[in-house]
């Protein structure tokens, strides 16, 4: 996993990329949502809420940011955190 931040015209984003399994494009559209369908087990097996990420772009969206991920199946997933 890589984690990187940068600063640019006042923005900050943050990104966290791995180069795991992906997501299918078909799970990615309700990713962010609440007991999404997109929730999938842990590496460990451990089972998810599928509420990880939809508090985490809550709280983006209350700091005023954004949040979006892009992911290749096989290649691996990057998370977005922008910032102002």
């Given at each position: 996993?890589?984690?990187?931040?940068?600063?640019?015209?006042?923005?900050?984003?943050?990104?966290?990329?791995?180069?795991?399994?992906?997501?299918?494009?078909?799970?990615?559209?309700?990713?962010?949502?609440?007991?999404s369908?997109?929730a999938?087990?842990?590496?460990?097996?451990?089972?998810?809420?599928?509420?990880?990420?939809?508090?985490?772009?809550?709280?983006?969206?209350?700091?005023r940011?954004?949040?979006?991920?892009?992911?290749?199946?096989?290649?691996?997933?990057?998370?977005?955190v922008?910032?102002?």
């Amino acid at each position: 996993m890589t984690v990187g931040l940068r600063e640019t015209e006042g923005r900050v984003l943050l990104t966290v990329q791995d180069t795991g399994i992906g997501i299918p494009e078909a799970l990615r559209a309700e990713l962010f949502e609440k007991f999404s369908a997109s929730a999938r087990a842990g590496l460990g097996g451990e089972a998810s809420t599928g509420l990880g990420l939809f508090i985490t772009k809550q709280i983006v969206r209350l700091h005023r940011g954004k949040m979006w991920v892009e992911s290749q199946e096989g290649e691996g997933t990057c998370f977005f955190v922008e910032l102002s």
